[in-house]
């Protein structure tokens, strides 16, 4: 009997397990592909392991729904201070995280002894094409054309520790995201393929964006993704370093800090519900 939390942020579910107190001593990958079918398994966009950390409070290690681990995932980690704090792991509302991605220092809000919303400091955006990675010599990355079945895309590249392409499209919504999504994430110019964001400017502080995951497909959100996706429309010029984004699971505050440089995202963060493997 191997105990799990089903959790989303803004529809971005996962399974979460306590690595800590329930060892896995099987092979992940295939614990992830099986628990992420939604016919066959729990039915999740991938796997997250809450494990013990000797330079954090906390290790998170996530699984993408085909097997692969990834750096990091915005949504995955609120849920991640969630699960620690409700589940008496800690009492600190000050919680850091030990990631692929580097150290991540989550600010819990709690309501009635739960956690209800999560403001995670993303770090600093990663600019430079070769630490992104992205095949161009242009820093930052503002202007790479990729073609995708019967059209050209605009890209700009940011890395959130893990990699980002973002191209801007008039109607976000009737947008075919399969389509292009899954010819984009394997473009040539991706050494370690990437996220695809499709994105509507509303207004200053406002855009829309849907998003092709790397290694998952679409999903309805992505923290790392509004992270960059802020990033990007500032830098470009579209947007206020401070913006709300909408995704198809809810929206996103996301604020690239002047003074430190930083991104912090705020969200909310949901238990759906928890079960055993047998």
């Known amino acids: 009997m191997r105990k799990f939390t089903k959790m989303q942020g803004l529809g971005n579910d996962y399974v979460y397990m306590n690595a800590i107190e329930q060892p896995i001593d099987e092979n992940i990958s295939d614990l992830a592909r099986f628990v992420s079918n939604r016919y066959f398994g729990v039915g999740s966009d991938g796997l997250i392991l809450i494990c013990k950390s000797d ?12 097997g692969t681990e990834a750096e990091m995932c915005g949504n995955g980690i609120r849920c991640v201070g969630k699960y620690v704090y409700d589940k008496g792991l800690t009492q600190k509302t000050t919680v850091s995280i030990e990631t692929l991605a580097g150290i991540k220092v989550l600010k819990l809000n709690v309501k009635n002894g739960k956690v209800d919303t999560v403001r995670v400091d993303m ?30 895309f605009v890209f700009s590249c940011v890395s959130m520790g893990n990699p980002h392409a973002i191209t ?29 964001e499709f994105v509507e400017i509303v207004d200053r502080n406002h855009v829309k964006m849907r998003v092709w995951e790397r290694g998952s497909g ?22 206020d370093r401070h913006v709300f984004v909408d995704l198809l699971g809810g929206t996103l505050e996301i604020e690239w800090n002047e003074k430190d440089n930083h991104v912090y995202m705020t969200g909310k963060a949901v238990t759906v519900f928890e079960g055993e493997l047998v």
Do not use: H
């Open 55 to 66: 330079v954090a409070d906390f290790r998170m290690r996530m699984f993408n729904a085909d």
């Open 123 to 152: 770090g600093e955006p990663i600019l430079a094409p070769e630490k992104i990675p992205v095949m161009s010599v242009e820093n930052p990355v503002q202007n790479l054309k990729v073609k995708a079945v019967d059209r050209e």
């Open 168 to 196: 801007i499209v008039e109607d976000v919504n009737n947008f075919d995201v399969e389509t292009y999504g899954k010819v984009l994430e394997v473009a040539s110019v991706f050494p370690n393929k990437t996220n695809v």
């Open 218 to 239: 679409e999903t309805l959100a992505c923290g790392t993704g509004a992270s960059a996706t802020a990033v990007a429309c500032s830098l470009k010029g579209l947007t």
